[in-house]
């Protein structure tokens, strides 16, 4: 998977190894994409870069123009995540999350704080537990979040609330799960390996906002619903195969 870009475009400076590397997956995002990524803060993202699943409409030039290093990555979400993490090997710590205006950048310093502080491994975001903008999510959404993550306590003893996309994790530590899932399943996919490996595991609530632009690929409509909802559950089946290692993964939540 190689970098896109075009004659005109210079080479940019590359961040410091040990940054902070935002990684957002998109298809067909122009409507909210450069707003996403100038609401970055950039005094803790040193770097974004946007992995692009082969868009239709102009996503990736407004996100260049916006400042992000564009990537093309083939069709898939889970692909289009993986290949970000592989370009981004100056970073320390990965940031995931979307190109629809839902997820506020603001809370990327509540992610990514502990981890930085060397406390955490994998801080994840909560919707349920967030303030919710009104009509932000679905009650399926939160319903199969919160299904998935009592599945995930039966399996592994860790409490998670929701599959919420935005999320930070140490980069080392996401190369060594041995993620292998490239389409809607990575994100249950990455919860599980993650504490099934022992990772230190925090839950956050964030807020989550109404999309800014764009038609949701899953939840948006009944097809992205019937489409995205097999491979979770192939993924969650999958994965819950294997045995579970020695060393139990730990989870806090704030507060606990």
Known sequence: MTQTVTDSEPPKERPRTGAIVLAIPTLNEEASIAGVIRAIPRDV??????????????TAAQARGAGA??????????????????????ANILVFMDGDGADDPASIAALVGPIRAGAF?????????????????SWHQLAAGYLAGFGMRALYGVRYTDMCAFRAIRRDVLLSLGMTEMTYGWNIEMQMRAARAGLRILEIPVPYRRRSGGTSKVAGSLRGTMRAAP?????????????????????RERGA
């Open 69 to 90: 290093d564009v990537i093309g990555a083939g069709r898939g979400y889970g692909r289009a995540c993986l290949a970000a993490a592989m370009a981004a090997d100056e």
């Open 121 to 137: 491994d994998f801080v994840i975001g909560s919707r349920l537990r967030g303030v919710r903008e009104p009509g932000s999510i």
């Open 45 to 58: 993202v040193d770097r974004v870069i946007v992995a692009d699943g082969g868009s239709s409409d102009a």
């Open 231 to 251: 491979r979770i559950v192939a993924t969650f089946l999958r994965v819950a195969r294997h045995r579970r290692p020695v060393g139990a993964a730990t989870m």
